[in-house]
């Protein structure tokens, strides 16, 4: 079992900049990746970053190049997302997954962590 716990959301202004962190406990893989998703209301569950425990390898989505950096620290076992210039679509629920590296898809992540609430307004 994996249990994720997210944290870092909140209320902010377009422009501004947002940290997130997801600290992972229990059984770890280190082929697997940590990954972060957002759905914002009335929308699918999108993928926005992942990074691989054992060498920190990592991939975005289209959308989060350039504005977000995911990143890891492995002896907290402990995934970040920096996300900066923050615009008002960014306003989603956040989540923190654990599946196998290079998956897009939320239907192959196993373990959650709770949605956290990024809000950011005009």
């Known amino acids: 079992q994996v249990q994720l716990v997210a944290s870092g959301g909140g209320l902010v202004q377009a422009g501004d900049s947002l940290r997130l962190s997801c600290a992972a406990t229990?059984?770890?893989?280190?082929?697997?990746?940590t990954g972060w998703f957002r759905q914002a209301p009335g929308k699918e569950r999108e993928f926005v970053a992942a990074?691989?425990?054992?060498?920190?390898?990592?991939y975005y989505g289209d959308y989060a190049k350039g504005r977000f950096t995911i990143s890891r620290d492995s002896a907290k076992n402990t995934v970040f997302l920096q996300m900066n210039s923050l615009k008002v679509e960014d306003t989603a629920v956040y989540y923190c997954?654990?599946?196998?590296?290079?998956?897009?898809?939320?239907?192959?992540?196993?373990?959650w962590g709770q949605g956290i609430q990024v809000t950011v307004s005009s």
């Open positions: 229990g059984r770890t893989f280190n082929t697997y990746g």
């Open positions: 990074v691989r425990s054992s060498d920190g390898l990592y």
């Open positions: 997954a654990v599946g196998p590296f290079g998956a897009t898809s939320m239907r192959s992540y196993e373990y």
